[in-house]
């Protein structure tokens, strides 16, 4: 957990000094806006599809290419790559039109539930966190709050202290001696839950009001076993990259997500706001729990691990949009950097493991998520075969790079069409301005991960 940069005074809501666009915690309305959106989207495939077939004879990086016969196993696969990740985008939108919202919970039959909060070393935030739930739209009498301090060594104990003092109906504090990990935590506010449903949510987050009775009304259908929130960022006006991860965790949330929910295989469900099936989580536990790789017990990407797990289990995950958390995000490339590792080696790992899961699926989920997962996977090592290509043909034609940038940024243009129909927001710039700092700045990250996967360091602590 990051500690708090934000100063927010503690009886004030934070939201309403990081106030969410709204149409970031609402429903996106079909208007005349929605189908130019998707028009502009639909004519952009055709482009594509246009200019795929209609190549020009002559192609200065052919033409630079000839007589290297090694380009060729370059060249080819990335076509086909991007051939079929075209495919899948076109998939992709598809369901992203179609996805709606579920129906919430209503307090007449909202469903008895515990939110547990783990935190360690994250000062006055944790009390805005814990605000931010008791005030939430859900009937008092069946909530229940548990945080649990993982062993801080600064003053998060007080700040949790002070905010149960406040609700002493609601909120029950726990306290570890010593440091034993986010895992360890969760897993203390699980065994101690009374809820039908439990929620999770980092310490560095606060939820908007109704989100705890939308993210308990799924849980009607009982295939479903986790609920995934929906992500913005707290902090966004704080500096560039909070304003280029918003966009990125939107498209992450709105698209990608609202995607996987069609075919009930959301593969992460975020820490920061999941609700959860607690007959479910009981069952994985012992596994979730002391889950080891490669001979290391799993000190991170605990949220994707109990996804998985409940994958496995026979139950369905899926995305709620209406289900809103803000959470802080690094200001500095370092601890970006640190995030996204974290982030990467749980991705490794556990895309390994849903390899074997995937199996367990039925049929139809299971043949989408193969596809899904293999034209995904796929771009790791095309894009570093053609980033060492457009390196070597550089040497002789430094324009090639010219080129190279100039459809990095028609390509980010096209993807933030998605962003701005769940948010109509001039910050779409800061998607695009991402594309190329991601591509000049983070090419490192997935390598070393890669290498370092067996890590149980956590890169914050």
Known sequence: MRSSTIDTPLNQSPLD???SHPATTTAVSHDAWDRLLTAVILFGFVLAAYFAWHQPDVDPIADSLAGHAWAAFIIRPGILWATMGTVLLAFRTIFWMRYEPFAAATPADAPRLTVIIPAYNEGPMVRQSIESVTRAEYPRDRLEILVVDDGSTDDTWEHIQQ?????????????????????????EGF???????????DSDSVIEPGALLAAAGPFRDPAVGAVAGKVAVYNRHAGLIPRMLHVRYILSFDLL???????????????ALTAYRASVVRRVLPEWSTQCFLGAPCTYGEDRALTN???GAGFNSVYQRSAVVHTLAPESYRKLCKMFLRWDRSYIREEIRFQAIVWKRPLVPRCIALCERFITNMRYPVNYAVLLLLVYLFIGQPLIWLRLLAVMGVMACFNTLYFLRSERSLDFVYGVVYAYFSFFTLFWIFPYALLTVRSRSWLTR
Not at 191 to 201: C, D, K, N, Q, S
Request: hydrophobic content about 45%.
């Open 309 to 311: 797990s409940i994958l």
């Open 17 to 19: 000094i990081f106030p």
């Open 257 to 271: 997500r609202a995607v996987e929910s069609s075919y009930g295989t959301v593969y992460c469900c975020p820490g």
């Open 163 to 187: 905010a149960a003092q406040a609700c002493p109906d609601l909120v029950t504090a726990i306290r570890f001696a010593s440091n034993r990990g986010k895992r360890e935590a969760l897993a």
């Open 191 to 201: 065994m101690r839950a009374r809820g039908e449903i439990l929620v999770t949510i």
